[in-house]
């Protein structure tokens, strides 16, 4: 397992997500950004709107895919 925190993946928070790809973390982090703007939260509110843009760009989307993907690629082992 490793850790991602909201902020590693372009949030504001320092709340951690743990998963054992890339896509469990982003996951993650898409259910948090969710959850925080149906609480309105505003400071979430920029990510969340990056995370819409993703799934109406895709192709513009895969550079931060692949980063991300990188990062946890990189990150040490829980
Ligand atoms: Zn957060």
Redesign the pocket.
């Known amino acids: 397992m490793k850790t991602m925190t909201?902020?590693q993946l372009g949030?504001?928070?320092?709340?951690a997500h743990q998963g054992e790809s890339a896509d469990d973390v982003i996951n993650a982090q898409d259910q948090?950004?969710k959850a925080?703007e149906k609480e309105g939260d505003a400071a979430?509110q920029p990510?969340r709107n990056e995370m819409k843009k993703r799934w109406l760009r895709p192709r513009k989307a895969l550079g931060w895919y692949n980063a991300t993907k990188a990062t946890f690629a990189d990150l040490p082992q829980d």
Do not use: F, I, V
């Open positions: 909201c902020r949030g504001p928070c320092d709340l948090h950004l925080m979430h990510a």
